[in-house]
DNA sequence: ATAATAACGAGA
DNA sequence: CTCGTTATTATC
């Protein structure tokens, strides 16, 4: 009652009281601030960045306090509900970013603002954690020795040291760094942001996964300490994670480490924004609007005029165009230095006969990788197999010389859907009748088939007194020890081997090659270096592969950046990702003939498909120009507006920059 | 979800 | 032409 009738004596705040609040409700349509009324007693605390809740459309819905304003142009306003905590979670910085974000890829800002912000925790909230006594930021910083710019595993690298000094000194280098192979690259991360932290500013570092993250955070607790940074996961569990978040809102860390979702870490007057490894798919969020994190780190940099650290052992296509339209600068070492850390790369040849017959019980390793194999042990050291995953679409090559197939109408790949099918493009559907390789000529195709991962269990058998873990999807191992063991990995699960380990083998390529993907060759090379980088130094690793193919040229030479100039200029000619900005509709046939009657494209842009989907859905492609970039998200945003106030029944995905295109 | 508003149709 | 009822649509 008491309640009831304080409602009714409700007066607006003295000043501002107007709050712009973005509702908490997927609709797109509703994607714009609502103004609300500040009752006189939140006028201190309802400040913007704030968590509100508010009666929209008659029901109770959380929302966002993204400003404070005098006046509005809405005539009748209802008042704010009730703020649901006085905790400043958002920054404007990070509340124009999501906005941003939200536009680049055709979403809403409430959804990137559930990315952004983890849900909150008033157990957090509430009991500061010990660190809040810390001195505030206002303070000038502890008394520590100036980390050092020169000398540091950074002087390796032509430009390297330049990097740090421009950190040193405020300004906002960028830079596209490739490591060199046994870079212990947490160390180099940890050393850029402690020479920014020392110039009074913030740092977001990102890497893909909690591995990489307990890596980092042991790097940073090195340099900086124990209490001057924090990571920042979706691991940690609620409770640990907004804590974490909040020591960064509220200024009592400037160095936040952390995966993707970190990326909008609301770090004070951020400097220095790093992602590692920005190829790994789990940079790319899964829920809507699928924003990837180097993509969000790169329009924070842009925006905030922060540094920006895009690393690596290989080098993605959208870091190449980094450098190639003159954002960033490349940091990376010179041939000489190279040499010298490198371990020895050799190719054998690859026997098709050995993948393909499925009959072949005794797959033989080839005799490289047997000797390397062999004299690593021999030495007490450990050996690292690499084998890929199963289960990729069967993708159709030339059966000469193995280029991928390619649709001759607009370039897409060609795959088979069943194993006796004709193939097909997966952009457009068109047929491929009689193909003609551009590359040599050749009529015939092959489907690729993934490897037996028997090769590896064979490799075990002939080492019988060695022990042999495998570290995969099941059960990944972070590290293992300097002693002779054969170590079993899938991509990504690779342990560090203390010392590096002594050979490494990469088995059964051609099953990431000929991938029905776009970034096969990128993804492959990626994987390989990655394995190779954790040899010792002056060990060895054997690729099975044809050494005459580009990407096992540019692992047999450690040239990532040689790799991603070349695959930036054939995605140019074909205009893919990222020379050209690619959206994909996916939904029922005719939810998504009913976006597309509703979308006002811009006339450069064109649509590709439809091709069948998952679950009896379709799927068209949007290709346009990177200048027209904004324009398309932008209709494509509109038009799922109109479809969700029509209260269209079947959503239509919209995915701008999709990874699994094809 | 729900409240305001437009649209509609039956009876005076 | 008015009143009461039902679709429509905007949602501060």
Not at 317 to 340: K, M, S
Not at 361 to 386: C, G, I
Not at 399 to 412: D, H, K, N, V
Request: aromatic letters at 4%.
């Amino acid at each position: 009652m008491a309640n009831r009738s304080n409602r009714a004596e409700r007066v607006p705040a003295p000043e501002l009281p107007v709050a712009r609040v973005c509702v908490d409700v997927p609709l797109p349509h509703l994607d714009r601030l609502f103004d609300y009324l500040v009752p006189a007693d939140l006028h201190e605390t309802a400040q913007p960045g704030t968590r509100v809740k508010v009666r929209f459309a008659g029901q109770l819905v959380d929302g966002w306090l993204i400003e404070r304003a005098a006046e509005s142009a809405v005539p009748k306003l209802a008042y704010l509900d009730r703020l649901v905590s006085p905790e400043r979670v958002l920054t404007s910085e990070i509340a124009g970013l999501a906005r941003a974000v939200a536009d680049r890829y055709a979403g809403s800002l409430a959804d990137v603002l559930r990315l952004a912000v983890p849900p909150r925790h008033a157990r957090a909230e509430q009991s500061p954690p010990p660190e809040a006594d810390a001195p505030p930021e206002t303070d000038a910083p502890p008394e520590t020795d100036a980390p050092p710019v020169t000398g540091t595993g950074w002087s390796e690298y032509q430009a390297g040291e330049g990097f740090l000094r421009a950190l040193r000194d405020g300004k906002r280098p960028r830079a596209v760094w490739s490591a060199l192979p046994g870079e212990d690259w947490p160390a180099r991360i940890a050393e850029a942001a402690a020479v920014t932290a020392a110039a009074g500013k913030g740092v977001v570092a990102v890497v893909p996964d909690a591995r990489d993250l307990d890596r980092l955070d042991a790097a940073l607790t090195k340099v900086l300490g124990k209490d001057r940074h924090v990571t920042l996961a979706a691991g940690l569990g609620p409770a640990k994670r907004y804590r974490a978040f909040l020591s960064a809102s509220r200024g009592q860390v400037k160095v936040v480490a952390g995966t993707r979702a970190a990326t909008f870490a609301p770090v004070h007057d951020v400097g220095l924004l790093v992602i590692w490894d920005d190829g790994d798919d789990l940079h790319a969020e899964p829920r809507a609007p699928y924003p990837h994190a180097r993509e969000v780190l790169l329009t924070r940099a842009q925006r905030a005029g922060a540094a920006a650290l895009v690393g690596g052992f290989s080098r993605t296509a959208e870091a190449q165009l980094l450098l190639e339209t003159g954002w960033a600068r490349e940091v990376a070492a010179d041939r000489a230095t190279l040499r010298r850390r490198m371990p020895t790369i050799t190719p054998t040849g690859d026997d098709p006969q050995l993948a393909r017959d499925p009959g072949a019980a005794t797959a033989r390793l080839p005799s490289l990788a047997w000797e390397a194999a062999r004299a690593a042990l021999k030495a007490d050291a450990p050996v690292l197999v690499q084998v890929p995953r199963r289960g990729y679409l069967p993708s159709v090559s030339c059966a000469t010389c193995r280029a991928p197939a390619r649709c001759t109408a607009c370039s897409g790949p060609l795959a088979l859907r069943s194993s006796h099918a004709v193939p097909a493009c997966r952009w457009c559907g068109r047929v491929a009748g009689d193909h003609v390789c551009p590359h040599c000529g050749g009529r015939g195709l092959r489907a690729s088939v993934t490897g037996a991962r028997r090769t590896a269990e064979e490799l075990g058998r002939a080492f019988p007194d060695i022990p042999v873990r495998t570290s995969g999807r099941d059960e990944v191992l972070t590290e293992v020890p300097a002693t002779a063991a054969v170590v079993v990995a899938t991509p990504g699960a690779e342990p560090v081997a203390e010392g590096g380990y002594g050979a490494v083998v990469l088995l059964d390529t051609w099953a990431l090659l000929t991938r029905a993907d776009l970034r096969a060759g990128e993804e492959a090379l990626r994987r390989w270096m990655t394995a190779a980088a954790l040899a010792k130094s002056g060990g060895r690793v054997v690729v099975v592969a044809d050494g005459s193919v580009p990407v096992v040229q540019a692992l047999l030479r450690w040239d990532p950046g040689w790799y991603a100039e070349r695959e930036l200029s054939e995605r140019r000619e074909l205009r893919f990702p990222p020379a050209a900005r690619m959206a994909s509709l996916t939904g029922a046939a005719t939810a998504v003939a009913d976006l597309l009657d509703a979308v006002h494209l811009p006339p450069d842009a064109e649509l590709l498909g439809p091709v069948p989907a998952d679950q009896g859905q379709e799927r068209y492609l949007v290709r346009a120009p990177r200048a027209k970039a904004a324009e398309v998200a932008a209709a494509l945003h509109a038009a799922t507006g109109v479809r969700s106030a029509r209260k269209a029944p079947d959503p239509v995905r919209v995915q701008v920059d999709a990874t699994d295109l094809f």
